[in-house]
């Protein structure tokens, strides 16, 4: 049965920087797609980044979001089995519960939808003060 967790979620204040976590167990995805979505109160999940298995020759490539392009990074360490989410730059508006999704395909040109993606975490909550 594969289990997505998550942890680092808190308070921080506007400026600040968190790291978000999520272990995945039951399989690997190391050829597939994670990403980061969140949802902040009375509006849609949306995507935050993720990172996609393109194949043997390109390896895997990292896309965010417009509105955490360049303060937001996406990594994965396949031996700890473990996806990060670095948030920097944290402003009032990134307030939202971050969930980490997977899919065992490589969703280039997919990566967006949540609707392809298979498997979820409980997520964690960060909340930025102004």
């Known amino acids: 049965q594969v289990q997505l967790v998550e942890s680092g979620g808190g308070l921080v204040q506007a400026g600040g920087s968190l790291r978000l976590s999520c272990a995945d167990s039951?399989?690997?995805?190391?050829?597939?797609?994670m990403a980061w979505f969140r949802q902040a109160p009375e509006k849609e999940r949306e995507f935050v980044a993720a990172?996609?298995?393109?194949?043997?020759?390109?390896?895997?490539?990292?896309f965010y979001g417009d509105s955490v392009k360049g303060r937001f990074t996406i990594s994965r360490d396949n031996a700890k089995s473990t996806l990060y989410l670095q948030l920097n730059s944290l402003s009032p508006e990134d307030t939202a519960v971050y969930y980490c999704?997977?899919?065992?395909?490589?969703?280039?040109?997919?990566?967006?939808?949540?609707?392809?993606?298979?498997?979820w975490g409980q997520g964690t909550q960060v909340t930025v003060s102004s």
């Open positions: 039951g399989r690997t995805f190391s050829s597939g797609t």
């Open positions: 999704a997977a899919s065992g395909r490589s969703l280039a040109g997919n990566y967006y939808y949540r609707r392809n993606y298979d498997y």
């Open positions: 990172i996609v298995w393109i194949g043997t020759l390109f390896g895997r490539r990292t």
